[in-house]
């Protein structure tokens, strides 16, 4: 039994390493292959992200969480060690400090409950009052998500480009080149401190994140409490030879009392693969005295979530071509943020969404980009539209399709194309038509409902000139209109986010009358 209990080791290796490298594709994938209902099973055993779509959808279809903690109270938390990428991610780092540390294990270490439970009660308070801010920065699923989106997934297309661009010099297209990611410097520098941070204790002290840091560790630690099976040490067959312990990434073996603590154990297995003699084992807890109480102060806590995370929006500018003659002066003030579609309202999407910013990853037009105060200051680090980088395609739902927590709801093509996500408005005083007695139109043409239309407009110079119109009731607030104008540094229209998404008219279709000289030889 012994050697086949070792054996587990390698088995959770490569289930955690097959989780990790799925999750980390989802979030670099360029193209969009993978199916977002891939995705979504992938996904289902993250617990922030499951919990959160489980209140807010109540089915037994978005219980991931629950089968997470029902593995939690039969095997302790191997959901820390085999389904969480940010565990993984530590275990790399871990793996590869001790390597160029030659060998140094790890000792026991002495749990620090009050910063444990202080950080979760601060974490409850938060979530109470109505702020998932906390939460979200430290919630395993959403750091290691902005790590791959805002780090790993613009270096790869980097990367990407410059090897399309040295093949084409001979004559090669095979590898296609990939649009650069719309970097926002504030979520850059949160997903730079994160890993810094997250990797800086994983290479000195193992996984002292999860059992001090996470709420998701500290709420598993918690119900590993009454797990059925437990590591357990044979006091009769231990040599002392303190393997166990210098393996014990979470530092919860105690020799000098020949006890493990469940509360920290990830269940790496790694205890049981480095006993030469057999004397770590699996306990069946249940047969024994139940356990203490726990410690006073202790309280068990409801995660629910809202989220975020420092990040600041993006301020790229595509339009190359200015026709103004002099910079504008009137402020856009955009009366309110625009919501992803899918997230039904501005109120219901801020408190579920996690800041994961899979959503951010998987989008092709690269519309959706971090938030900085748009939200509140509670909100920070959740995605919106940001018609400076690019507008919403018309006939994308990718985003709607892949979000873990049902802060964006699933939509069919033909329900987003109705779904008003804002109105656009037109600020006269800005356009080059007004200003400068010229010709555009570059709003009219992006418009995919035809909301902007071009009207004529008297002018001093008595040219035959067209100014655009807004009609509200079609325009479903997509952005076009407001990312091609080409007047700086504002713009002459823009985009209204509606708090409550609202249902658009159908755009009529339009007839095009060709008129034929049917005297011509070629009258087509």
Not at 202 to 208: E, F, H, I, S
Request: hydrophobic share 40%; aromatic share 8%; charged share 15%.
């Amino acid at each position: 039994m012994s050697e086949q209990l070792r054996h587990l080791k390698a088995l959770r290796v490569g289930v955690s390493v097959l989780f990790f490298a799925l999750i980390a594709l989802v979030f670099l994938d360029f193209g969009n292959l993978i199916p977002p209902a891939f995705t979504r099973g992938l996904l289902y055993l993250q617990f922030i992200p499951s919990l959160l779509q489980f209140l807010h959808g109540a089915t037994l279809g978005l219980a991931g969480w629950v089968v997470v903690l029902g593995l939690t109270v039969l095997f302790g938390r191997i959901y820390c060690s085999t389904v969480c990428p940010l565990g993984t991610f530590q275990d790399i780092i871990g793996f590869a400090a001790r390597k160029r540390r030659k060998g140094r294990g790890f000792r026991f270490i002495r749990p620090d409950r009050f910063w444990r439970y202080f950080i979760a009660a601060i974490t409850a308070l938060l979530l109470i009052t109505g702020s998932g801010l906390l939460l979200n920065l430290l919630d395993p699923f959403s750091a290691s998500g902005r790590i791959f989106s805002d780090l790993i997934r613009p270096a790869a297309i980097v990367a990407n480009n410059l090897v399309a661009a040295a093949m084409e010099q001979f004559g090669f297209y095979a590898v296609p080149r990939r649009q650069w990611a719309v970097l926002t410097p504030v979520a850059v520098g949160v997903a730079v401190a994160t890993l810094m941070i997250v990797g800086w204790l994983a290479a000195t002290r193992g996984r002292l994140y999860c059992n001090t840091v996470c709420p998701v560790g500290t709420l598993l630690g918690l119900v590993s409490r009454i797990s059925w099976l437990r590591i357990g040490i044979d006091a009769e067959t231990c040599t002392g030879c303190r393997r166990c312990e210098r393996v014990c990434k979470a530092g919860c073996i105690d020799l000098e009392n020949m006890a493990v603590d469940s509360s920290r154990c990830v269940g790496c297995c790694n205890c049981l693969a480095a006993c030469p003699g057999g004397a770590v084992h699996f306990e069946n807890a249940w047969r024994r005295v139940p356990a203490a109480q726990p410690d006073q102060g202790r309280r068990d806590f409801l995660v629910h979530s809202g989220v975020s995370i420092l990040g600041l929006a993006g301020l790229t500018e595509t339009n190359a071509t200015v026709l103004q003659s002099r910079p504008t002066i009137v402020p856009e003030a955009v009366k309110g943020p625009v919501s992803p579609p899918g997230s039904v309202s501005i109120e219901r999407f801020t408190s579920i969404c996690t800041a994961c910013h899979l959503c951010v990853s998987v989008c092709p037009s690269r519309v959706l980009s971090p938030s900085l105060l748009e939200y509140g200051p509670s909100s920070i680090m959740q995605p919106r539209l940001n018609f400076r980088a690019a507008h919403c395609n018309y006939e994308c739902t990718l985003c709607t399709q892949v979000c873990p927590t049902g802060a964006l709801l699933p939509q069919a093509k033909e329900e987003k194309k109705l779904t008003q996500l804002g109105v656009a408005r037109f600020i006269k005083e800005n356009c080059v038509v007004f200003t400068d007695n010229t010709s555009c139109g570059a709003c009219s043409e992006h418009c995919p409902t035809k909301a902007v239309r071009m009207v004529p407009y008297t002018n001093p110079q008595n040219k035959p000139l067209v100014i655009p119109e807004v009609d509200p009731d079609y325009c479903v607030g997509c952005g076009g209109c407001e990312h091609a104008c080409p007047t700086k540094p504002f713009k002459a229209i823009c985009v209204d986010g509606n708090p409550v998404h609202k249902l658009a008219k159908k755009p009529e279709p339009q007839k095009i009358e060709l008129k034929v000289d049917d005297k011509e030889d070629f009258p087509f």
